[in-house]
């Protein structure tokens, strides 16, 4: 019975999923990304071969924009220091490669959620704290 409230909540809670509406899925073309600074979030939006992946676009190294970072497949590499990401976990794969990742280490990013609806682009992001 715990187990079908649970799905039942699961349910409602992504058909009601808060999103936030970035673009139309044309603005960002194949194998590119674009930044987006909204309600405070600082994300950079992937075009992976006709998906899409949201990070935080600011690496967790130095602060690097990963927007204009180089895409491997799933992966993001900062084009500061070479710190790279799995754009579908967030994951850090492998660490800044300079000198400079010997005094500060980099982690684990943030990723949200996207979702294509008509041809535009959403985001799932975390409601703001409050205060
Ligand atoms: S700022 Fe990204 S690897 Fe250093």
Known sequence: MKKLMYECFLLVYLIL???EKLCST????????KRFNIKNFDIAVFNVNGEFYAINRKCTHM????????????TV???????????KT????THPGTIAGWFKKAKNTTVY??????NDLYVDLPQPIEE
């Open 63 to 74: 602060k690097g924009n990963l927007a204009k970072g180089l895409v491997e497949d799933t």
């Open 113 to 118: 959620k996207t979702k294509v609806k008509n």
């Open 26 to 33: 044309k603005d960002i073309p194949e194998n590119d990304a």
């Open 17 to 19: 999923m808060p999103l």
């Open 90 to 93: 967030g994951e850090l794969v």
């Open 77 to 87: 590499r900062c084009p500061l220091h070479g710190a790279k990401f799995n754009l």
